[in-house]
Each structure stands twice: as C-alpha cells, then as structure tokens.
T-cell receptor
Framework: SAVISQKPSRDICQRGTSLTIQCQVDSQVTMMFWYRQQPGQSLTLIATANQGSEATYESGFVIDKFPISRPNLTFSTLTVSNMSPEDSSIYLC??????????FGSGTRLTVV | KQEVTQIPAALSVPEGENLVLNCSFTDSAIYNLQWFRQDPGKGLTSLLLIQSSQREQTSGRLNASLDKSSGRSTLYIAASQPGDSATYLCAVGSRGRRALTFGSGTRLQVQP
C-alpha cells in the first residue's frame, strides 16, 4: 500500500504570507486529494489533483487561495496563500490504494498569527 | 450529496467496557466505508476498510459492520483500554465521487 511523506509537519506563519505543503508518495497514483481539518471539526475536501490537468476544487475553495501543483504521478503541493488566522487548520493529503481504501499523510498543522 | 453522521459525538467509558460507535450515511450507493483513528493534532490511522460487497471486517479487538440498505455502519471495540482514547472517524467512498466523505467523529475517552 502507498506510503505518503508530508511536510512540513507543522508551521507557524505570519498573516499575509503563503505556505507550500508537499506530499510525496512512494508509488504512482492517478489522483491525490487535499483535505482541511479546522479546529474541532472533521475533514473537508479542498480539491482533487490529477497529474497533467488542473485540480478540481470543491465548493468554497478557489484556486487563487489554494493553488495546487501535480507535476508527476508521485508528488503534489498545496499552497495556502495570503493567510489569515482563519486558515489555521490541519491540512492532509491522501491517495486511494490499489485495493481500495485511502491512505493519508501525517498532516501539516498550520497556525497563522 | 452524501452526508455522514456519527453518534455519539463524545463518549467516556471505564477501562474494560465493550462499546459501539455508530455511523450513518444518506446515499447507499457506496463502494466502500473506512474507519479511522485520529490522535490529537495528528494525522489519520486506518483501522478497517469494508468494501460495499462485504458485511463486516475484523481486526483484533475491532469489528466493523456495514448495512448498505439502511445506510449504517457500526464500529465495535471490545475490552476497551486507555490507549484506545482518540477520535474515531467514519468515511464513505461514494460511487461517482472518488474522494471520501467524512463524519464529524466520535471522541472516545477510556478511563483507567
């Protein structure tokens, strides 16, 4: 099953700046998913990233705020742009495993001050 | 649109008790259901995966069942231990949507 390396594991950022989160998968996968988990909440899908095409964003999330790159079948990045304290969350990437089910990265805990 | 609900939102039990966590979903056209565990501030650990053709899965002290027709799943934890304290998340993979839809979780505290 796929193993995902996600980094950074945590960061404290100033408002107005941007942070790029990276996910590296140890095998080729067609789709990667990015989720946000706000404090005390469950996970909400931000977007689905396919290699070679633009990411598909869920309602309430826009490319200008959360640009995603997917340069190859093992790597993706999510950028949180022009951050505000409301962006403080855990961000997680995920892939679907070959036999079904999903694996998640260890998460990036972002605090915006 | 798939919606996933988990009951109870929080649960506190003494060590050794058997307990049941509930998950319900609105659209029965699923291809799998997955239970995860999340420790505070951490990522997700997969516990059990049930394919749509299956009725249950077991791993150690954990047993998960699936009833697609009624839109329900339960996670049974036998002989609970303090180390089981965590948030348990139910997530559904629906036909036509490759990403998971998550419930809001059950926060479990097992008292020593």
């Amino acid at each position: 099953s796929a193993v995902i390396s996600q980094k950074p594991s945590r960061d404290i950022c100033q408002r107005g700046t941007s942070l790029t989160i990276q996910c590296q998968v140890d095998s080729q996968v067609t789709m990667m998913f990015w989720y946000r988990q706000q404090p005390g909440q469950s996970l909400t899908l931000i977007a689905t990233a396919n290699q070679g095409s633009e990411a598909t964003y869920e309602s309430g999330f826009v490319i200008d705020k959360f640009p995603i790159s997917r340069p190859n079948l093992t790597f993706s990045t999510l950028t949180v742009s022009n951050m505000s304290p409301e962006d403080s969350s855990i961000y997680l990437c995920s892939v679907e495993r070959s036999f079904g089910g999903y694996t998640f990265g260890s998460g990036t805990r972002l605090t915006v001050v | 649109k798939q919606e996933v609900t988990q009951i109870p939102a929080a649960l506190s039990v003494p060590e050794g008790e058997n307990l049941v966590l509930n998950c319900s979903f609105t659209d029965s056209a699923i291809y799998n259901l997955q239970w995860f565990r999340q420790d505070p501030g951490k990522g997700l650990t997969s516990l059990l995966l049930i394919q749509s053709s299956q009725r249950e899965q077991t791993s150690g002290r954990l047993n998960a069942s699936l009833d697609k027709s009624s839109g329900r799943s339960t996670l049974y934890i036998a002989a609970s231990q303090p180390g089981d304290s965590a948030t348990y998340l139910c997530a559904v993979g629906s036909r036509g949507r490759r990403a998971l839809t998550f419930g809001s979780g059950t926060r479990l505290q097992v008292q020593p």
